[in-house]
Structure formats: structure tokens, C-alpha cells
């Protein structure tokens, strides 16, 4: 099967401008998180939804960060305006519901911001 | 919430021993723990997982061990190969809010 897809994979941006990050979820998985990841530490949950609805956001810097999933499939996450540092990997993340465990990383977007 | 410590951040190891890395966990209600292996530039991949229910797990050459009452889990390696090359993430998840929180990772270094 397909695996989880994010475009795009790198970019470069000058603080204080905005980015958009786009993820494709494996097919039918209800599930989907974002996740940022600054060099050298884990990933940290940003935003998880359940179909179009937002589960948790508790840790979502909500005065630049925006994320949404109308359709309860594709989901955008956007930064606006960026800071330094927002540097770090973009990872989406899709799971069959909130009750399964395992969840699937995408290849993430590396961003840098100057 | 729950806080996940993992050690050592660093660890290298002679190609063919073993290799083990440590984590703790804070919140007792946490059942599942899974380890992710990511290479350079990869995505995380989930590499073996382990419930509250059971106290050791293997796969080939790879296993991981709970200890509830402790609040820590171990990821063993055994015969190292240089492809195990990578940085490990532990994590835990409760079913109170479904959220993994992971470790800081533990960057693998098999030497020739």
C-alpha cells in the first residue's frame, strides 16, 4: 500500500514569511498528526485529528500555527510568520483511528528559516 | 503528562556485540511502547513494540523488555550489523488521550 506522502520535502524561507506544508494520509486512515521535529530531539506532537475535527491541539503555537483537514483526508499545516526557530522537520503521521496504535510517519518537509 | 527519558543520547558499539538503550516513563497509566528507528533523512519506522501486558518481546535480533513497576523499557541489539547505523526513538502511549510521546532519541554508532 501507499505510505503516507508530504510535500514538499525541503524549503527555505526568511523569517517572518509563511510556509505550507501539504500531507496525503494512507488511504482510509481516520487519523492523522502532525509532528515537529528540531534537530537532535524527538518528535513533538503539534496537532492530531480524528476524520475532519480536531482531537488535540494543546501543544500548537495557535498565533502563527494553523493546521486544517476539511475534507477529513488531505491536511495542510502552515506557519505564518515564520521564526527562526520554527527550524526543524515537518513529519505527518496517519494511524487506522485513535485507538490504533502504530502509527506511519511520512518523509517529512525539512524547513529552514533564515 | 507523561514524560519519556531515554539514555544514552549517544552510544557506539563494536560491529557484532550488543547494544542497549534505556527509557523511563512518568505516567503509570502509559500501556504501549513502541521504538522507531530513523535513518539520515528517513522517516521514523516503527521497528518492534511492546504492551503493558507483557514483560519481553523479540524479534530476530531485536527485543525489548518492560519492567511496569520500574516505569522503564530497554531496546536490546544483538550481533550489530553496520545497517543498525541510526537514531532510536522509544515512546509511550496511554488510551487516556491516544498521544505517543516519544524520547530524544539515541543516535547508534556501529563501528567497523
Known amino acids: 500500500e501507499a505510505g503516507v506522502a508530504q510535500s514538499p520535502r525541503y524549503k527555505i524561507i526568511e523569517k517572518r514569511q509563511s510556509v505550507a506544508f501539504w500531507c496525503n494520509p494512507i488511504?482510509?486512515?481516520?487519523?492523522l498528526y502532525w509532528y515537529q521535529q528540531i534537530l537532535g530531539q524527538g518528535p513533538k506532537l503539534l496537532i492530531q485529528?480524528?476524520?475532519?475535527?480536531?482531537?488535540?491541539d494543546s501543544q500548537l503555537p495557535k498565533d502563527r500555527f494553523s493546521a486544517e483537514r476539511l475534507k477529513g483526508v488531505d491536511s495542510t499545516l502552515k506557519i505564518q510568520p515564520a521564526k527562526l526557530e520554527d527550524s526543524a522537520v515537518y513529519l505527518c503521521?496517519?494511524?487506522?483511528?485513535?485507538?490504533?496504535?502504530?502509527?506511519?510517519f511520512g518523509p517529512g518537509t525539512r524547513l529552514l528559516v533564515l | 503528562g507523561e514524560n519519556v527519558e531515554q539514555h544514552p543520547s549517544t552510544l557506539s558499539v563494536q560491529e557484532g556485540d550488543s547494544a542497549v538503550i534505556k527509557c523511563t516513563y512518568s505516567?503509570?497509566?502509559?500501556?504501549?511502547f513502541p521504538w522507531y528507528k530513523q535513518e539520515l533523512g528517513k522517516r521514523p519506522q516503527l521497528i518492534i513494540d511492546?504492551?503493558?501486558?507483557?514483560g519481553e518481546k523479540k524479534d530476530q535480533r531485536i527485543a525489548v523488555t518492560l519492567n511496569k513497576t520500574a516505569k522503564h523499557f530497554s531496546l536490546h541489539i544483538t550481533e550489530t550489523q553496520p545497517e543498525d547505523s541510526a537514531v532510536y526513538f522509544c515512546?509511550?502511549?496511554?488510551?487516556?488521550?491516544?498521544?505517543?510521546?516519544f524520547g530524544k532519541g539515541t543516535r547508534l554508532h556501529i563501528l567497523p
Open positions: 511492546i504492551r503493558s501486558n507483557v
Open positions: 485529528f480524528q476524520n475532519n475535527g480536531v482531537v488535540d
Open positions: 505516567d503509570s497509566a502509559s500501556n504501549y
Open positions: 488511504s482510509g486512515h481516520a487519523t
Open positions: 503521521a496517519s494511524s487506522l483511528d485513535r485507538r490504533s496504535e502504530t502509527q506511519y
Open positions: 515512546a509511550a502511549r496511554t488510551d487516556r488521550d491516544d498521544k505517543i510521546i
